[in-house]
Nanobody
């Protein structure tokens, strides 16, 4: 199994910045993809950024140019640098990981989420 722990959320004024971190533990060698998703009240959870099983990076159009996704394989950690934050970015941000490979289950894991609130 894989465990994911997010951190870095908080309250920030519009135009400010935050950096989210997600640390994976457990069977980290089974991880083939990691991504950030967010969910605002009354809205569906949406993909923000991540890398796929093909090791390709994807980022949502709504945050392109403002958010940056990065990874540190040695620390089993992915980051989401969020700049020029807008109130519309307010949501609970969740870390996601997919496992795939020899002797690995085909599974999806979620972290507990971290709240990001952007004030006007």
């Amino acid at each position: 199994q894989v465990q994911l722990v997010e951190s870095g959320g908080g309250l920030v004024q519009a135009g400010g910045s935050l950096r989210l971190s997600c640390v994976a533990s457990g069977d980290t060698n089974c991880i083939s993809s990691m991504s950030w998703h967010r969910q605002a009240p009354g809205k569906e959870r949406e993909l923000v950024a991540g890398f796929t099983t093909a090791d390709n990076t994807v980022i949502a159009d709504s945050v392109k140019g403002r958010f940056t996704f990065s990874r540190d394989n040695a620390k089993n950690t992915v980051y989401l640098q969020m700049n020029s934050l807008e109130p519309e970015d307010s949501a609970v941000y969740y870390c996601n990981a997919g496992s795939y490979g020899s002797r690995c289950p085909l599974s999806i894991y979620w972290g507990q989420g971290t709240q990001v609130t952007v004030s006007s």
